[in-house]
């Protein structure tokens, strides 16, 4: 190594390593690099140590500014990442220096709306994109015509933009169909694929028993291929794997087929489409992703990933391969997950759609009150851990309850409403604030000798008893016999007073939908069932001002809930 080139390697690991710490570069994390680069320094770096030291001094004079700009420009594949000011950081991205720019993708299938499985998603693709000052691309995976349906697309750009993601560009695989054909003509001319003829109970029989199909042994000549992938003859395209393979996911797998079914885009247009082993690497290729990060399901599928993203490589359709990264899948407690589940709890008539408020996708989430900033907290504090798990839905409540604790407007509800006569009452309004820390307003609710309460609070107290209405006055109960009859006695609070809510005698009727994810069962096919408790209705009192509320208000009923309006006189309980 000469001089020149020495200096050049110091000099760009001391920018990288001010840039990633406020313009000032640690020395023993420099050397560290250097080793770690050229190894045969190592056993001369104490001597080498009064070439590195000035280097790395004149670095740090430079403002951090300076030492940005001069990385950008004289090494410009040291790609830096920016500062960690996230509430749930994340780790660095593999080989994230071997690319130009850091692009991810979040490409979701049509085939039925999005859940908070694909929040986790579509959460971690952002970011890192963010993490990177990269791009985000979304990309339909739209290459089954039998499984997509055109609501599925604008659903998931609602969801997406509710959510706050804004894709740096939209793409769709059905689109892609030409470039495929291309690189699989060659990738036949190459030895690569096969057509194969077998019925698909032999084509599973032979993969199971890892025996060679016939197919693959014979080549196929150029118009065998042309007329496959024009007029769309008999049987589908394998990859020519290794049948012997212990993962079965390389055990020749399908790679095109025949689908004769009018795609909602491309209409009749194709009727030979990749499967996904095959659109994925080739669309992530021509894409130009970076990274493409994948459920720990498809890790069986990675090797099959990075053989076509190799091929592709040779063929020079691509200058580099993404890198695969591996999640593990969201799955929650209470609520399915899976499309196929909830597709079959549609059909079994058990919910009527994707909206069910018992549900944990976006629109049924959105529907019952929670918020972008709840349900991406909860799904950012779970990081990018491969472990599989399966958090209790009090948990994502958990989260969208502190997003929501300052927004909401408290008000008086009850349940299960009792008449309460109170004599000798002295005040004739009370003025409340919406939020006992937030200014959020206030509202003035008029007093009269007969408030509601709930029969809960009630039925556990005696004649005799005293007690304070919250934000009220205190009262003793002097009658439980035929009506609830109370005397006023006080209104300084006394701290060893139980307390109950109220409603004044103007309070309009009001129905909560309380949907309760704790009843749910795993049947013996272990599909999954709601119990039928599993969505009541509550009947109560909610005080006047609750009549000026509009559908898709958000509130806090004091002692109750968060809630969401779908109605002048009703609203979903969203959690406790």
Known sequence: MTNSEFEDLVFKHSLFNASQHSGKANLGSIINKIIAEKPELKSDIKNLMSEIKPIVEKINSMSLDEQLKLLQKDFPDMKSETKNTEKFPLPSLPNFNSYKTIITRFSPNPNGYLHIGHVKAFRLDFRYAQKYSGKLFLRFDDTNPVAINAEYYNEILENLDWMGIKPDQITYASDCLEEIYRIATQMFRDNHLYICECKSDTIKNNRLKKQICEHNLSGNDNKQISDFLTSGIDGVVRFKGDMKSDNTAMRDPIMLRLVDEEHTRTGKKYNIWPTYDLAAPITDCLEGISHALRSKEFELRDELYNEITQILYDQGKVKYRPSLVSFSRLSMKGSPT??????????????????????????????????????????????????????????????????????????????????????????????????????????????????YVSAEDINSLNEGDEIRLMDLFNIKITNKSESIIAEYTSTDPIPSLKKIHWVSHDGISFNLLIPNNEKYRISSDNSFEFLPDSLTTIHGIAENQCKNLNEGDMLQFNRVGFCRVVSKNSAILSHK
């Not at 972008?372 to 399966?390: A, H, M, Q, R, W």
């Not at 006992?436 to 509202?443: A, K, Q, V």
């Open 338 to 451: 899976s499309k196929s589940n909830i597709k079959s709890l549609i059909d079994k008539g058990q919910i009527d759609n994707w909206h069910d408020i018992r549900l944990v996708t976006l629109s049924a989430l959105r529907k019952r009150g929670f918020i972008p900033e709840g349900i991406s907290n909860f799904v950012d504090s779970l990081g990018l851990s491969k472990s599989e798990s399966s958090p209790d839905f009090e948990l994502l409540a958990s989260f969208n309850r502190k997003a929501r604790d300052k927004l909401d407007r408290r008000y008086f509800f009850v349940s299960n409403p009792l008449k309460l006569k109170v004599n000798n009452i002295p005040v004739k309004s009370v003025t409340l604030n919406h939020h006992p820390t937030e200014n959020l307003g206030n509202r003035t609710i008029n007093i009269s000798d007969e408030l």
